[in-house]
């Protein structure tokens, strides 16, 4: 079956420290991969997505960065956070080709202080 | 631009009651409509969706009306349950060239049921 990790589950994080949160994929090849930011009381903002390896599309410029090292791994960092980063984040995926279905993580509530 | 708008921002029901949530799209290209539940604290999960052949779809008590010429669908849930209190995602989406697939959501309805 498959399943999405996603960790860590909170993150406490000053001003201007760096950032990674990481998600893996299991029990599927080639997923289209998501990172999706949802402030307090609000929708789902999606930041970065990619169809493959190496292969990231950015939705919305920002002080984050996303990196797809392995097949079913998606990494989303920072150098420098900012107050503003705080949020929820979700990674989610996508069956490639074959499903219109998203599977979202547990999510990671960071707060940056 | 927001390309689907969701309403209300925010519901409470008594239990047994009927929740309706809606929402509007504007591009005539999406062809694929779903509703995600979001529990606190968690991602959210697929509940139900339909397609735009189709006018209405039932599962258990969820069903999604649509209306295309309107360009409108809805979430009606049935003798609502105070285990039903989540936020609720409409999304819609339309297929990309390349493999690429980015659904578009609404801001999200909190519903809240009353025992």
């Known amino acids: 079956s498959q399943t999405i990790h996603q960790w860590p589950a909170t993150l406490v994080q000053p001003v201007g420290s760096p950032l990674s949160l990481e998600c893996t994929v299991e029990?599927?090849?080639?997923?289209?991969l998501y990172w999706y930011r949802q402030a307090a009381g609000r929708g789902l903002q999606l930041l970065f997505y990619?169809?493959?390896?190496?292969?990231i599309s950015s939705e919305v410029p920002q002080n984050l960065s996303a990196s797809r090292p392995q097949d079913r791994q998606f990494i989303l960092s920072s150098k420098k956070l900012l107050l503003s980063d705080s949020g929820f984040y979700l990674c989610?995926?996508?069956?490639?080709?074959?499903?219109?279905?998203?599977?979202f993580g547990s999510g990671t509530q960071l707060s940056v202080l | 631009q927001q390309q689907v708008k969701q309403s209300p921002q925010s519901l409470i029901v008594q239990k047994g009651g009927i929740s309706i949530i809606n929402c509007a799209y504007e591009n005539t290209a999406f062809d694929y409509f779903p509703w995600y539940q979001q529990f606190p604290g968690k991602g959210p999960a697929l509940l139900i969706a339909i397609r735009p052949d189709v006018s209405e779809k039932k599962e258990g008590r969820f069903t999604i009306s649509f209306n295309k010429s309107a360009k409108q669908f809805s979430l009606h849930i049935m003798d609502s349950q105070p285990g039903d209190s989540a936020t609720y995602f409409c999304?819609?989406?339309?297929?990309?060239?390349?493999?690429?697939?980015?659904?578009?959501f609404g801001r999200g309805t909190s519903l809240i049921v009353h025992p």
């Open positions: 999304a819609a989406s339309a297929h990309a060239s390349g493999g690429s697939y980015i659904p578009t």
């Open positions: 990619s169809v493959g390896i190496g292969q």
């Open positions: 989610a995926w996508r069956p490639g080709l074959i499903s219109e279905k998203l599977f």
């Open positions: 029990g599927t090849s080639n997923p289209n």
